[in-house]
């Protein structure tokens, strides 16, 4: 990639690696990155006062990827992982090279994992997501023997971003919307929104015990850490604790993130720049 920036030069300063989601579905992969990628300092955003990006279209999901990116290079990253499906499948390709830094995507590493391990599969996820196709595309491309079934869980995102994993009505949502699933007889499930690896004490009870499961998070990451090897990016120092930032409530996120982190984390509140072209106008 030629941006016009010396990525060499770079790792001679320590630089954090941005990730972003609307919520706290980020969470699921910043795990990841703690579990791989020890050394690298984090940077998290999560657009929470606009999520659920799911019931967004494709130009706002755009306009929003954009600013976050504008955002996060003023921070001085030196790579952005999108920690959300969404905008992976929506916006990666038309902002690949107008950063001066890498920029990370799910779909492809995960059609990778699942193309890998299954013939069946399942993809849960957003609407956005879904009516994309991207996963379909990206696993036949792969394979075109696999047979592909994605289907849109919109009423997940209220459910782990109000905090209603444990509700009953959680579980009587997920059996509806795995069903079809259950009927296609999948062999693999792939978590399609990063919100939804919050929810497997929810799922794997209602799926057969042989079933397959695919975090596109795993094979992200270890994409991420072979491309700071390749451009010397890589921290050889300790990282420093997750910097979080949020669009909407500082203290909403802290409340919310502290069941997954074991920790409470430090939040701040960002506006995010306005860049020209907006599509609300
Ligand atoms: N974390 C989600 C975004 C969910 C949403 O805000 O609808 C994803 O990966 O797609």
Same mark, same amino acid.
């Given at each position: 990639?030629?941006?016009?920036?010396?990525?060499?030069?770079?790792?001679?300063?320590?630089?954090?690696?941005?990730?972003?989601?609307?919520?706290?579905?980020?969470?699921?992969?910043?795990?990841?990155?703690?579990?791989?990628?020890?050394?690298?300092?984090?940077? *998290?955003?999560?657009?929470?006062?606009?999520?659920?990006?799911?019931?967004?279209?494709?130009?706002?999901?755009? *306009?929003?990827?954009?600013?976050?990116?504008?955002?996060?290079?003023?921070?001085?990253?030196?790579?952005?992982?999108?920690?959300?499906?969404?905008?992976?499948?929506?916006?990666?390709?038309?902002?690949?090279?107008?950063?001066?830094?890498?920029?990370?995507?799910?779909?492809?590493?995960?059609?990778?994992?699942?193309?890998?391990?299954?013939?069946?599969?399942?993809?849960?996820?957003?609407?956005?997501? +879904?009516?994309?196709?991207? *996963?379909?595309?990206?696993?036949?491309?792969?394979?075109?023997?696999?047979?592909?079934?994605?289907?849109?869980?919109?009423?997940?995102?209220?459910?782990?971003?109000?905090?209603?994993?444990?509700?009953?009505?959680?579980?009587?949502?997920?059996?509806?919307?795995?069903?079809?699933?259950?009927?296609?007889? &999948?062999?693999?499930? +792939?978590?399609?929104?990063?919100?939804?690896?919050?929810?497997?004490? +929810?799922?794997?009870? &209602?799926?057969?015990?042989?079933?397959? *499961?695919?975090?596109?998070?795993?094979?992200?990451?270890?994409?991420?850490?072979?491309?700071?090897?390749?451009?010397?990016?890589?921290?050889?120092?300790?990282?420093?604790?997750?910097?979080?930032?949020?669009?909407?409530?500082?203290?909403?996120?802290?409340?919310?993130?502290?069941?997954?982190?074991?920790?409470?984390?430090? +939040?701040?509140?960002?506006?995010?720049?306005?860049?020209?072209?907006?599509?609300?106008?």
């Amino acid at each position: 990639m030629n941006n016009g920036l010396d990525h060499r030069l770079l790792a001679t300063r320590p630089a954090p690696i941005g990730i972003f989601d609307s919520g706290v579905g980020g969470l699921t992969v910043l795990r990841e990155i703690y579990r791989q990628l020890p050394n690298e300092s984090v940077l *998290y955003f999560g657009d929470t006062a606009r999520l659920p990006y799911g019931s967004r279209s494709p130009e706002e999901i755009l *306009y929003f990827v954009r600013q976050i990116l504008t955002w996060m290079a003023e921070q001085g990253v030196k790579m952005v992982i999108m920690a959300c499906n969404t905008s992976s499948a929506l916006a990666l390709d038309p902002v690949q090279g107008e950063f001066p830094f890498p920029v990370l995507g799910l779909i492809r590493p995960g059609a990778q994992a699942a193309a890998l391990q299954g013939r069946r599969i399942g993809v849960i996820a957003t609407q956005a997501t +879904v009516t994309s196709r991207a *996963y379909t595309h990206a696993i036949q491309e792969i394979n075109p023997t696999c047979q592909v079934w994605e289907v849109g869980c919109p009423n997940f995102v209220p459910i782990v971003e109000q905090n209603q994993i444990k509700d009953v009505q959680a579980q009587r949502v997920a059996a509806t919307y795995l069903q079809p699933l259950i009927a296609a007889n &999948i062999d693999t499930l +792939v978590y399609g929104c990063t919100h939804y690896p919050h929810l497997a004490p +929810v799922l794997k009870p &209602i799926l057969p015990a042989t079933m397959q *499961y695919v975090d596109p998070a795993i094979s992200m990451v270890a994409a991420a850490a072979k491309e700071l090897d390749a451009l010397g990016l890589r921290s050889s120092t300790p990282a420093w604790s997750t910097e979080f930032y949020v669009s909407g409530s500082a203290p909403e996120f802290k409340r919310l993130a502290v069941q997954w982190l074991g920790h409470q984390p430090t +939040v701040r509140q960002v506006r995010l720049p306005e860049l020209v072209a907006n599509p609300k106008g």
